[in-house]
């Protein structure tokens, strides 16, 4: 299958995917005509797999992360699974855990 088929498929770009970059640092890779991979400053960070209309997304580890209907949105929620969790987060998570003691 040509690239600008794959594209057309996955609701990507028609450009060269690469080395696409979001803004989580992540770089993108076309591994197979249905498989992406991320890396985060040369480390593997995880891949989407394009199986019929979904995108599963998969972590570092392999674990898997979800389902989704595109390939934009599929990178999205790797970028979101990377990131660090912010300081605002932690605090109401520890609080949240502290009322439950």
């Known amino acids: 299958m040509s690239s600008t088929a794959d594209s057309a498929r996955?609701?990507?770009p028609t450009h060269d995917q690469n080395t696409t970059a979001t803004a989580a640092e992540l770089a993108w890779?076309?591994?197979d005509h249905d498989v992406y991979v991320a890396t985060s400053r040369g480390e593997f960070a995880g891949f989407v797999t394009v199986d019929d209309a979904a995108h599963v997304v998969h972590d570092r580890h392999s674990r898997r992360i979800g389902s989704y209907?595109?390939?934009a949105a599929a990178r999205q929620a790797l970028v979101d699974a990377t990131r660090p969790p912010s300081r605002g987060r932690e605090r109401l998570h520890r609080r949240i855990l502290?009322?439950?003691r």
Do not use: I
Request: aromatic share 0%.
């Open 10 to 12: 996955s609701g990507a």
């Open 69 to 71: 209907p595109n390939l």
């Open 98 to 100: 502290s009322r439950r």
């Open 29 to 31: 890779s076309q591994a």
